[in-house]
């Protein structure tokens, strides 16, 4: 092979994976290299080399402690959620029964708004005075809700807003994994009498490890990461109870102005997310 033939395929990939550097693996250089550095928003000479003291000083943080207590409940509920609603959602969509179309066609919705204005929306659908959803209750008689001005609704509600954003998503990436299942397998399967159970347990999941593997780390790095519903719509509250931990970083670095401080508060999330995901992809790797 030419040296010309070899160079090519580079030469395509060399933006993305120019872009993938500038925008991926180069914050994270600066982030670990910040984290050993405190005053990291002066830009006047105040920068100090600390070594692991912003580390240290993270475990002896409450609130970075209570903060990584509520990224680690919210997690815990909202990624298996997603990923058993999202898969029973693509099993339904993908029957041939009358309207169905229109119904994937209305589920694309949520996916084509951002995540930004979805939750701006769902803030005023959901506000505790004159919020849509509070006048439909009132209207059947029943009581006004505080919703994400409560202590034990915020997070709930937060876990319904980012599911119904997630969920169609995470049912679309099931979607294309079941219509590649061969029909004649599964109809095999119906010939030698398994029941529906039998063949989605035994046939269906085993065929959609792979998806289910891509789902599953995909909707535990988004939120793991997840920042625009607390941003926008909570602000951590009330007390704490949406403070999720890439918020708590973000707060940390640009509201009381400690650079040094956030950048640990991220590595640590990161190094949480790396193992994750490598313990999802161990559990969920596919069988030779």
Do not use: C, H
Not at 95 to 116: C, D, E, H, M, Y
Not at 165 to 193: H, M, S, T, Y
């Amino acid at each position: 092979m030419a040296r010309s033939e070899r160079l090519a395929p580079w030469l395509f990939l060399a933006p993305a994976l120019l872009l993938l550097l500038v925008w991926r693996y180069f914050p994270i250089v600066w982030g670990l290299r910040e984290s050993f550095y405190t005053n990291a928003l002066s830009f006047s000479g105040g920068r100090e080399f600390v070594g692991l003291d912003n580390f240290r000083w993270l475990l002896d943080d409450p609130t970075f402690w209570k903060s990584l207590e509520v990224t680690m409940i919210f997690n815990v509920i909202v990624n298996p959620l997603q990923t058993i609603l999202a898969f029973f959602l693509a099993l339904f969509i993908n029957r041939s029964i009358r309207g169905i179309g229109a119904f994937r066609t209305i589920l694309l919705l949520p996916i084509a708004i951002s995540i930004n204005i979805s939750a701006l929306a769902w803030g005023l659908a959901l506000n505790a005075e004159y919020g849509l959803v509070n006048g439909m209750l009132e209207a059947v008689g029943l009581e006004r809700q505080l919703f994400l001005r409560s202590v034990d609704q915020a997070m709930p509600t937060m876990i319904g807003i980012v599911s119904w954003i997630g969920v169609p998503l995470w049912a679309l990436f099931f979607l294309a994994g079941l219509q590649n299942i061969p029909a004649d397998v599964i109809e095999a399967a119906r010939l030698d009498g398994a029941t529906r159970f039998q063949t989605l347990y035994q046939i269906v999941l085993p065929l959609m490890r792979r998806v289910l593997a891509f789902v599953l780390v995909s909707t535990t790095v988004a939120n793991l990461t997840l920042f625009a519903p607390p941003y926008l719509l909570t602000r951590g509250g009330p007390q704490e109870s949406t403070n999720l931990l890439l918020y708590e970083a973000w707060q940390r670095g640009f509201v009381y102005s400690d650079l040094g401080a956030s950048a640990a508060m991220t590595m640590v999330l990161l190094a949480i997310t790396v193992v994750v995901v490598v313990i999802e992809f161990a559990f969920l790797r596919p069988a030779d």
